[in-house]
């Protein structure tokens, strides 16, 4: 049974990049990995998604090694504002037996 | 703002009752997922509809149904309740049927007392 894990926290320091892994050993061919954040008493918000190598937008970087195993998602030069629990998802984007299957959640403190 | 729109926002009811969560996707998009988050099990993937018709179950029990109707809104309805099924219940939407990226609404808050 595929399965996500993440720590289950991070301290970190205004201005530090920030880099959280998810190890996901079972993950299928067809299985896309996927990020996201949460702010207390918020729904989850889009990071960033990825297959394979590195992808790159405007809020963060996510490495993805050659065996797909693990990803890291990377947060540049953190803000108080960063913090949040960031979930690493991973999933099938089509298919007949979807799945999507969630980390328990990294619990991310940026201190000043 | 998502866009995406959950009522209520809290929810009391007693053990055994039976209540109906709703969710209004985002304009335009035609898939509808529902979560269960609780302390100790994180977010769990409850359903997927796709444009009214059901795309993919998770851990959903069989007290717990949905449905998505022609005007794409979504209800979760959970019977016979139990104190464990107290937690966060989100709906999200996406706009295809395969989609990982998905926008939540703000959750409906069950206590079950």
């Known amino acids: 049974l595929a399965k996500t894990t993440q720590p289950i926290s991070m301290d970190s320091y205004e201005g530090q990049e920030v880099n959280i892994t998810c190890s996901h050993n079972?993950?299928?061919?067809?299985?896309?990995i996927t990020w996201y954040q949460q702010f207390p008493s918020q729904g989850p918000r889009f990071i960033i998604q990825?297959?394979?190598?590195?992808v790159t937008n405007e809020v963060a970087s996510l490495f993805i090694p050659a065996d797909r195993k693990s990803s890291t998602l990377s947060l540049p030069r953190v803000s108080l504002s960063d913090t949040a629990v960031y979930y690493c998802?991973?999933?099938?984007?089509?298919?007949?037996?979807?799945?999507?299957?969630w980390g328990l959640g990294t619990s991310l403190a940026v201190n000043p | 703002d998502s866009g995406v729109t959950q009522t209520p926002k809290h929810l009391i009811t007693a053990t055994g009752q039976r209540v109906t969560l709703r969710c209004s996707p985002r304009?335009?998009?035609?898939?509808v997922y529902w979560y269960q988050q609780s302390l100790d099990q994180g977010l769990q993937f409850l359903i997927q509809?796709?444009?009214?018709?059901?795309?993919a179950k998770g851990n959903i029990l069989e007290r717990f149904s949905a449905q998505q109707f022609p005007d794409l809104h979504s209800e979760l309805n959970l019977s016979s309740l139990e104190l464990g099924d107290s937690a966060l219940y989100f709906c999200?939407?996406?706009?295809?049927?395969?989609?990982?990226?998905?926008?939540f609404g703000q959750g409906t808050r069950l206590t079950v007392v």
């Open positions: 999200a939407s996406s706009a295809g049927q395969g989609n990982t990226e998905a926008f």
């Open positions: 509809y796709y444009n009214g018709e059901e795309r």
């Open positions: 998802l991973v999933g099938t984007q089509g298919g007949n037996n979807r799945k999507l299957i």
């Open positions: 079972n993950i299928a061919t067809n299985d896309y």
């Open positions: 990825g297959y394979k190598t590195k």
């Open positions: 304009s335009g998009d035609l898939s």
